[in-house]
């Protein structure tokens, strides 16, 4: 008798296990849906941004991103450097588009994965843009906020802000003097929700991934920059028109380099044998 319940029980667990299984594969193979995500929020969190951002200002489709370009990655790492003055020149929006792409564009279609990692792909950066005036030709002077899977800039707000950035990032003229400035700010709950305190500790990796990939892109396009930590966080946060819940991780000004960084590669070869017994 107590078999005969066991082998019930059994029957009934793996008939149950079996629908919850099959409803899995179906949801995730046939209709695309990543039901882990769903549990997780993370999916929900990005429409939620993308219905947002859309419905909040002007819309700037950006030129595609072209993946070719004229340096190796390995020259990109040697010539990489932070360069803290600029010529007073504009960027152009190929330039910027490129910039973008190589920190937050998308890399991969069927989930909308981003160039830099990100843990259990929950994307917890936003990128601002502070265009100073003739900062990008075709752009006007504003606040800019970048999204991904439309490759295009949404208007935050109106008006050239680099003096008022410049003084809330202690006054670093790099700030003030880039036509472009970059500014990436971390939405924590997107990834603490799913990770919990751990959470705070990926979302700076993150930012880390995402600014080597600006100095990499910058570098690639004959262009400078420099990872920016010094400033008062909220006074960024409000100068670029940001939400509550994104906060500032760093400040990139972008430009042309007034001198170029320049190293051979032999000069690093000289370095290391001198570096060997
Ligand atoms: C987390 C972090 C914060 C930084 N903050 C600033 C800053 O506020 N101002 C600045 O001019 N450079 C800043 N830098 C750039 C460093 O000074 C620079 O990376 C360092 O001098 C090494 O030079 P390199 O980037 O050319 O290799 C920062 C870099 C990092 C990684």
């Known amino acids: 008798m107590r078999y005969y319940v066991l082998v019930k029980i059994l029957a009934v667990t793996t008939i149950i296990l079996s629908v919850i299984g099959f409803t899995l594969v179906y949801l995730h193979l046939i209709l695309g849906y990543d039901v882990i995500k769903y549990i997780t929020g993370s999916v929900e969190y990005r429409r939620e941004e993308e219905v947002k951002i859309v419905g909040s200002g002007s819309i700037i489709y950006l030129p595609l991103p072209v993946f070719k370009g004229n340096m190796s990655l390995e020259e990109a790492i040697l010539h990489r450097r932070s360069i803290r003055e600029y010529r007073k020149e504009s960027l152009t929006l190929h330039q910027l588009s490129q910039l973008l792409w190589a920190a937050q564009g998308i890399t991969e279609v069927r989930w909308g994965f981003r160039a830099s990692p990100s843990a259990g792909a929950t994307y917890p950066l936003e990128i601002y843009v502070v265009v100073g005036n003739n900062g990008v030709k075709g752009l006007v002077s504003g606040v800019y906020r970048y999204q991904p899977h439309s490759h295009s800039l949404v208007l935050v707000k109106k008006g050239d802000v680099r003096e008022e950035l410049y003084s809330a990032c202690l ?82 000004p972008v430009g042309i380099p007034v001198k170029p960084y320049e190293v051979t590669p032999q000069e690093i070869y000289n370095y290391i044998e001198m570096n060997r017994d």
């Open 171 to 252: 006054n670093q003229e790099w700030v003030r003097d880039a036509p472009v400035v970059l500014v990436i700010a971390a939405d924590y709950e997107r990834t603490t929700r799913v990770y919990g305190e751990r959470g705070i500790r990926y979302v700076h990796m993150e930012v880390g991934h995402v600014g080597q990939n600006i100095y990499l892109e910058a570098t690639a396009l004959g262009l400078g920059t420099v990872a920016v930590g010094a400033f008062y966080d909220d006074e960024v946060r409000v100068i670029i028109g940001a939400s509550e819940n994104h906060h500032p991780l760093y400040v990139m």
